[in-house]
């Protein structure tokens, strides 16, 4: 019987972000290129995506290509970009079937044209479907995305649109790529290591935190649904304690 009968819908992350980590790792273990793993990660996103819409998560951030990746052989660089730009293409009718939103937050101007024209392409024709909203991380840093919100602020502040006085945390969000979505109350990283690697800093200030040995080719509905009932599991308590908790259960 599959993990998602045992699911509480009632108390269901609204968002969840996914480190997807373990591609090469899997490739190299069965003897393959690196890149056959991140082909076969796409079928794991595929895997998340859909358990995701099953249960009715509101929103899922995966982080598909960081900052630092670019430094990684050109060969895996163009293989990563032409595998975004299929999939993206590819899986059209089934964001449109499942009311699928999809959005990308990084510095998308430094991504390759083809690949900024499927993007936003797709991001147009979801526009307005309103079931899960699918943020794709591409060209993500969260310290970046720090800085660039404070450009922004500031130059605010000197064109007299903001006073100093004014800033607080819901300025600071709303100048973040991840202005629209909810904050993150789940974060995932698979593949055994225990870092969060300069995704969604901010973001994930009072999220619970899961990690798992899976290596991401390998994750599958089963493993997104044992994550969701981890989650359910634990007391999220912000900062409260146990009894405080409680009653504002009752
Ligand atoms: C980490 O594994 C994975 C990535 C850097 C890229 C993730 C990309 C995909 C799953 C495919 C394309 C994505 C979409 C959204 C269609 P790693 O290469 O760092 O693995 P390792 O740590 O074992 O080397």
Do not use: C
């Not at 099953?54 to 960081?66: W, Y």
């Amino acid at each position: 019987m599959s993990l998602k009968t045992k699911i509480d819908p009632n108390k269901l992350p609204k968002h969840v972000a996914v480190i997807m980590d373990g591609n090469g790792r899997w490739a190299k273990g069965q003897g393959f290129k690196r890149v056959f793993g991140h082909k076969r990660g796409v079928d794991a996103v595929r895997q998340t995506v859909e358990a995701a819409t099953e249960i009715g998560v509101e929103a899922l951030t995966l982080f598909a290509f960081s900052t630092e990746n670019w430094k990684r052989p050109k060969f895996e660089v163009d293989t990563l970009m032409s595998l975004l730009v299929s999939s993206l293409k590819k899986e059209i009718p089934t964001f449109q079937k499942n009311n699928i939103k999809v959005q990308a937050i990084g510095n998308l101007e430094k991504l390759p044209n083809n690949a900024k024209k499927q993007l936003m392409e797709v991001i147009e024709l979801t526009k307005n479907n309103s079931n899960l909203t699918l943020t794709l991380a591409l060209n993500y840093g969260s310290r970046e995305e720090i800085v660039n919100a404070t450009k922004i602020i500031s130059k605010k502040i000197v064109n007299n649109e903001l006073k100093i006085e004014e800033i607080d945390e819901n300025i600071i969000n709303s100048h973040l790529y991840t202005f629209t979505l909810p904050v993150v109350d789940f974060l995932i990283r698979t593949s055994g290591e225990k870092r969060i690697s300069n995704f969604l800093l901010w973001q994930i200030a009072y999220a619970e935190l899961y990690f798992t040995n899976v290596l991401w080719p390998d994750f599958n509905k089963e493993d997104f649904y044992e994550a969701i009932l981890n989650y359910q599991s634990r007391e999220r308590r912000f900062g409260k304690i146990s009894e405080q908790v409680e009653n504002s259960n009752k």
